[in-house]
């Protein structure tokens, strides 16, 4: 457990839970489990959901707020569904209050005016937003105010909006000013008592340069291009004691007040190094404190070929899923490499060959050259040293 950072020293009022992007469903890199039958991706996105969920429990948390994302597409098989319920009932028996949104992923396959998988929660009691909006739940901290901010598909809000006929170029801004003006007139209309807290949770792409999309374009590289994207001082304006967002995978903070837990498990390879885990975060009068609980999430190895023909695969563990990139020119993993993968009780689930060698490049070539000068600038091209060059020319005058 590491602080990410540390807030005024004012002791927290509420701890609270920011859980994001499960992606339950998600098969990604996964096999048959002989012992289960189950999909090993499957089975290890689940088990870092319900290590979370059970954490917070254990930890009695005031609320657990879900920023999106909770499946990986919005037509979840029955067994993924449940497998959902079945803890988040636990917490709401617990006396938790859980928030939670559809996110992009919830909303795919969905058609338009439909409930998406996350309004089944709210059966059992689950806050679920599926628009700009206060919820206030009673915790047994006391309220909390949560404005829900849901994934802004740029469709959505431009039917809402009532927006047609303007420049294409311009849409995106017009969006990001209703959807702004949305969130004020919530907090206008805001009914919160002294010294009571609110916190944002929104599905979303604040456009700071500085941020990590983590695996999330991977895994939906369409949606990155549905959705229109807001600048932080958008939900911080609003006073926010917290901050919770979801979307980009990679755990990052944005500011004193705002973060991206990220996924709960690592999705593809480009997130085989990073941290994966909730915060816990405790709201003050000031900037809150967050403690980053790390989820049991599976082990990933990239393993670079390309760089070292002989590794050193001493400290491999098993489970770890590795992906090989090949050594230019090797089209498939040595087989004394590939034995030693199995031996230590891990799985090459994924081989990238190098880059073809470029052989060819296409050379402006003036008209009416001789052969012998287009070969020299061709050579010219393609940096040959002289001695190559005149090889090359000495072959094409021995077939002249
Ligand atoms: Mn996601």
């Known amino acids: 457990m590491t602080t990410t950072s540390q807030g005024d020293t004012t ?26 039958g189950e999909n090993t991706a499957d089975e290890s996105v689940i088990r870092c959901f319900e290590h979370a969920i059970r954490t917070g429990q254990e930890r009695g948390v005031a609320a657990q707020i879900i920023s999106g994302d909770i499946w990986d597409r919005g037509t979840p098989t029955p067994e993924m569904i449940a497998r959902v319920i079945d803890p988040l009932r636990e917490s709401i028996r617990n006396g938790i209050q859980v928030i939670a949104e559809d996110g992009n992923h919830g909303r795919h396959g969905v058609r338009p005016g439909h409930r998406g998988p996350a309004e089944l929660l709210r059966a059992i009691g689950v806050t679920v937003y599926d628009q700009v909006g206060m919820h206030t739940v009673e915790t047994h901290s006391g309220p909390l105010h949560v404005l829900g901010v849901p994934w802004p598909q740029r469709a959505v809000l431009a039917h809402q909006a009532g927006v047609d006929d303007v420049d294409p170029a311009q849409l995106d801004e017009i969006l990001a000013d209703y959807l702004t003006e949305l969130i004020e007139d919530q907090m206008e209309a805001a009914d919160m008592g002294a010294g009571e807290h609110l916190v944002v949770s929104s599905h979303i792409t604040i456009n700071e340069g500085t941020l990590h999309r983590g695996s999330e374009t991977v895994v939906n590289p369409k949606g990155v291009f549905e959705e229109i994207q807001l600048p932080i001082e958008a939900l911080t304006a609003t006073g926010a004691h917290y901050v919770a967002l979801g979307h980009l995978h990679e755990h990052q903070d944005v ?26 975060v405790g709201l003050t009068d000031a900037d809150p404190t967050r403690e980053f609980i790390p989820t049991p999430a599976r082990r990933l190895l990239n393993l670079h070929l390309d760089a070292d023909t002989e590794p050193d695969l001493s ?11 090949l050594a230019p020119g090797e089209r498939v993993v040595p087989e004394p490499i590939r034995k030693t993968i199995t031996a230590a009780g ?12 470029r052989t060819v490049t296409a050379t402006k070539i003036q008209n009416g050259l001789t052969l012998t000068d287009a070969t020299r600038q061709w050579a010219k091209a393609e940096k040959l040293d002289s001695t190559t060059t005149q090889k090359v020319l000495d072959r094409i005058n021995n077939y002249l």
């Open 11 to 36: 002791t927290p009022a509420m701890l609270i839970q920011h859980i994001s992007d499960p992606h339950i469903g998600a098969a990604r890199h996964g096999h048959r489990n002989p012992e289960t």
């Open 255 to 280: 500011g004193p007040r705002a973060s991206y837990s990220g996924s709960l498990d690592r999705l593809t390879f480009g997130e085989a190094e990073d941290p994966k885990g909730t915060l816990l």
């Open 315 to 325: 400290d491999l563990e098993p489970g770890t899923l590795v992906k090989a990139h």
């Open 346 to 357: 891990a799985r090459l689930v994924k081989t990238k060959p190098a880059p073809m060698k």
